[in-house]
């Protein structure tokens, strides 16, 4: 019984504290995410569905050895009701103009990374995203070109995109940065 009662205890505390008590139905991933960083805690529309997106990106840092670019930092996603909602955001970098669907919402996303570049080169992960509006508009972000993008995501099944979650690899002091590995999004009926 007690174990029981700290479970709930648990399960409600992290509802509260994080407030994305929301359901999802489906995960879209896709294969060519950076490795390197941590999953962030996931971030959910408390309504309706994702209808834009906005990206923060580092500006070109020079071509000399010393500089450090890190690329895509963060996306905004932009929920019916107005309310924006993020996961981890890069600490790099300045946000680019918010792209919207002109009457639906997103259904699938690929994204451009650059592979590693090995040791003595300056990785940057992830560099630029799109995405697929259920009306069927391809929205590209307002970023590098540096590296491919991957495969498209499967599309949501049912609904739209609700809410994200990052993969951030956090300052590595005088270490090679590199920001935003990778993302998934989530899709709620």
Same mark, same amino acid.
């Given at each position: 019984?007690?174990? /029981? ?16 008590? /929301? ?45 450090? #670019? ?5 996306? /905004?996603?932009?929920? #019916? ?20 669907? +002109? ?11 650059? +592979? ?67 993302? /998934? ?5």
């Amino acid at each position: 019984m007690d174990l /029981r009662v700290s479970t709930l205890f648990v399960m409600l505390t992290y509802c509260f504290w994080y407030g994305d008590a /929301r359901n999802y139905d489906q995960t879209l991933t896709v294969a060519n995410g950076g490795g390197w960083g941590e999953w962030a805690q996931p971030a959910l529309c408390k309504e309706g569905y994702v209808k834009g997106f906005a990206l923060k990106v580092e500006s070109y840092q020079g071509s000399l050895a010393w500089n450090d #670019d890190t690329g895509l930092n963060g996306i /905004r996603l932009y929920c #019916d009701n107005d309310e924006t909602v993020t996961s981890k955001i890069g600490e790099w970098g300045s946000w680019r103009k918010p792209e919207y669907c +002109p009457k639906g919402h997103l259904t699938s996303f690929s994204l451009q990374v650059e +592979p590693s570049q090995g040791a003595i080169y300056d990785d940057t992960a992830a560099n630029n995203i799109k995405f697929v509006c259920n009306e069927g508009f391809v929205l590209t972000g307002e970023a590098h070109d540096w590296g491919k993008f991957g495969f498209w995501s499967e599309p949501c099944s049912s609904g739209a995109i609700c809410g994200l979650q990052t993969k951030i690899e956090d300052s590595q002091g005088s270490g090679d940065d590199t920001a935003l590995n990778d993302v /998934r999004f989530f899709c709620c009926k």
